[in-house]
């Protein structure tokens, strides 16, 4: 079973509908009880929100949350699911969970704000062998929405870059913890891909 | 590089059993096109990188029917989805948001309550918030009005709201700048001049609207070939393109419109 954490912030239809569409077995989990109660086999923090309200929100399924990365459950962070795993955010005073070293800043001058649209992938294979990225290619695109983007201190982290400006993290890994910065389940056949990396990855 | 891209609309008319889509030119006439989400699919196998839904009955009643469709739509479909025709009031955007839409597109609503763009950018945020906007050439010189030069003289855009069935008297170019300000993600800009006529965009429109604003807008209204799209791309500051009845029949598929781009020099998602 896939917990998704619903932390009270938008529809979450769409990355449900995808993960069992790739044959994950979704459920929405709406309270810490459930996911402490829950027999979570991975879980996704969706993207939806703003940083501080998103921590804000995030705050009860915390203890729960760190359990299960320390028991080696796999997480996946999408969006704004990504940027709380890190330490600190420009758009907010509310602390990240840390997970991973560094910071979300915002986009540069110059460039349109939020990204809005589909972007391409460079794979940094050199960095890490990602199975979440089996079968993703350099220039697949993917489909983005944020107005800030994650700086990691240690760059061997980084699975995929994309270029909006600036040359950003897209998608980062750090053993069981997984982060992509767009949006997996708006990102059509690709997208998929990556979701049915992810649930083949927890089948292991 | 972010691509530019490519939107079919689906204009629904959701006063028959599972809704049906329709096209209408220069919006009125009406042919019948298919069912919304086997459409979608279609689409999506076809490329495209985003759909709008416009439920051009428009009423209370029918706001679920377009739920069922979004809910329809979304188990098979996975990318971007917008609602918009009917998106009268917070909760309409709601009702949108958790039957699986992305975005709501506003237009008379909010011309009639401008703070709804700002509630629904505040409780579902910006990229949720897309202003449509129909603008119709005003030939003239009018004091107060954002003048612009075209082959066929001086003129301003008037907004139109209730489908283009009234005017406002208010600027369209002043409007998309008030819109960002207040929160929109994206300006879906049709021309009502060009709108069902296939006589490709209107470029000086949208190049003055896209050149005032600093948020995604959406080129929408006259497109009857591949290369009106290209021409609107290249040629103006638009991040995307809308097109209904090239796609709905069949004419031309989302992907040969993307060779044309991409043959033209214009970034797309292949």
């Not at chain 2, 907004?159 to 960002?180: K, L, M, N, P, V």
Request: hydrophobic share 40%; proline share 3%; charged share 25%.
């Amino acid at each position: 079973m896939i917990a998704i954490i619903d932390y009270g912030m938008g529809n979450l239809r769409s990355i449900h509908n995808a993960l069992d569409k790739v044959g994950g077995n979704p459920v929405i989990i709406s309270d810490s009880k459930s996911l402490s109660d829950a027999d979570a086999d991975a879980v996704v923090i969706p993207g939806v929100g703003s940083f501080g309200d998103a921590m804000h929100n995030l705050t009860p399924f915390s203890d729960r949350l760190f359990d299960l990365v320390d028991s080696g459950t796999p997480l996946l962070g999408i969006c704004i699911g990504m940027q709380v795993l890190f330490d600190r955010s420009e758009e907010s005073d509310a602390a990240g969970f840390g997970l991973i070293k560094g910071d979300v800043i915002r986009l540069p001058d110059g460039v349109k704000i939020p990204q809005m649209g589909w972007n391409e992938l460079t794979i940094h294979r050199d960095n890490l062998d990602s199975d979440m990225l089996a079968g993703v290619n350099d220039g697949d695109f993917f489909y983005f929405v944020h107005s800030y983007y994650c700086v990691p201190e240690d760059k061997r982290v980084i699975a995929a870059t994309t270029d909006y400006g600036v040359d950003m993290a897209a998608v980062v890994e750090k053993d069981n913890i997984h982060a992509v910065q767009f949006h997996p389940e708006k990102s059509s056949k690709k997208g998929l891909l990556i979701l049915k990396n992810f649930v083949e990855m927890i089948k292991c | 590089m972010l691509a530019k891209r490519i939107i079919p609309c689906l204009d629904c008319d959701l006063g028959v059993a599972h809704g049906r889509v329709v096209k209408g030119v220069r919006f009125k006439q009406i042919r019948y096109a298919g069912i919304p989400w086997e459409l979608a699919e279609e689409y999506d196998r076809q490329g495209a990188d985003e759909l709008i839904f416009l439920d051009i009955t428009a009423s209370h009643e029918r706001r679920e029917t377009m739920a069922k469709v979004i809910e329809k739509t979304s188990e098979n479909v996975f990318m971007p989805l917008t609602v918009g025709g009917g998106i009268r009031e917070l909760a309409d955007a709601r009702t949108a948001f958790n039957s699986g839409a992305d975005k709501v597109s506003v237009n008379t609503a909010a011309l009639k309550n401008p703070d709804l763009i700002n509630d629904i950018a505040k409780y579902f945020g910006n990229q949720a918030c897309v202003l449509a906007i129909d603008a119709k050439r005003r030939y003239g010189r009018e004091p107060g009005r954002e003048m612009v030069d075209t082959p066929d003289g001086e003129c301003w855009f008037e907004c139109s709201f209730y489908g283009g069935r009234e005017f406002t008297g208010i600027d369209a170019i002043q409007w998309a700048i008030e819109a960002e300000e207040r929160g929109a993600g994206d300006i879906m800009l049709t021309s009502m001049d060009r709108d069902g006529t296939k006589d490709g965009f209107d470029i000086e429109l949208t190049k003055a609207i896209s050149d005032s604003v600093n948020i995604p807008v959406i080129a929408s209204g006259g497109c009857g070939n591949p290369e009106h799209i290209l021409e609107v791309l290249r040629d103006t500051n638009a991040s995307a393109a809308l097109a209904a009845s090239i796609f709905h029949f069949g004419e031309y598929t989302v992907g040969e419109v993307k060779e044309c781009l991409r043959d033209g020099g214009v970034h797309v998602r292949m």
